[in-house]
């Protein structure tokens, strides 16, 4: 039987890591990114081919569309094309919006935004001639209702949520399914930021009363590209009961 392809952008650690891992250990062939972390990335890799799996490893600017051709090009010479593309690679930035920089907009809109264009861009025409494939951008309960202090990010993760909707009534005629998972508080490096009593005041908040696991987005994604193709144009909310 032959193996199906995911890609995975932002995969060195959190929620793209527990992603990568979880369909290494469906058996799927793996391609993994990251923006520059090479050695991390490589660690990932090889937990990735513990589970006698493929795993292509590429560090670079997903933002980029010059640099996505090229990871797209590997894609092609080593798989042929993908089966399942998670949109995950992302940046946060935390402060009021007159401190930021027109250059900190950029950065933020190119890695959190152009990125999913670029992927799906470069990939949807291989699942179309397939009349098979599925998409997820892993988006944020903040493109639903903003956050203070967090505009540029609410913004493009609002940007991501319009892009999946509209991606997926083009994409339905051709049985490709694009999704999005809205996540809440996750326990991954990005919150380690918060002081202790500030984390526990957020857990206050979260009715389920804790943080989400980066492994449980993971589940979920996978779950939602196994077999299901009636689901698509959905940005589903993970968070623990909190918005």
Not at 124 to 140: A, E, L, T
Request: proline residues 1%; contains cysteine.
């Amino acid at each position: 039987m032959t193996r199906k392809t995911v890609l995975v952008t932002g995969a060195s650690r959190g929620i793209g890591k527990a992603i990568a891992v979880k369909y290494a250990k469906k058996g799927y062939n793996v391609i993994i990114n990251c923006i520059q972390n090479e050695e991390l990335l490589n660690k990932v890799k090889k937990e990735i081919e513990g589970y006698q799996t493929s795993c292509l490893a590429f560090v670079g600017d997903v933002g980029e569309y010059d640099v996505c051709k090229e990871l797209f090009a590997e894609i092609k010479k080593n798989y042929g094309s993908l089966d399942v593309l998670i949109n995950n690679a992302g940046i946060s930035y935390i402060g009021l919006l007159t401190d930021m920089t027109i250059d900190d907009w950029n950065k933020i809109i190119r890695n959190n935004l152009t990125s999913v264009f670029n992927c799906c861009n470069l990939c949807v025409p291989d699942m179309v001639s397939k009349k098979k494939g599925k998409i997820v951008n892993i988006s944020s309960v903040w493109g639903n209702v903003g956050a203070s202090c967090e505009v540029a990010y609410s913004a493009t993760k609002g940007g991501v949520d319009a892009f999946t909707k509209a991606l997926a009534k083009e994409l339905a005629p051709s049985n490709i399914q694009v999704n999005a998972i809205a996540c809440g508080a996750i326990d991954t490096e990005m919150n380690q930021f918060l002081a202790d009593d500030e984390l526990m005041d957020l857990i206050d908040e979260i009715p389920s009363g804790r943080l989400g696991r980066a492994e449980e987005v993971a589940d979920f994604v996978y779950a939602v590209t196994h077999k299901n193709e009636y689901l698509t144009g959905q940005v589903i909310r993970l968070d623990g009961g909190w918005i």
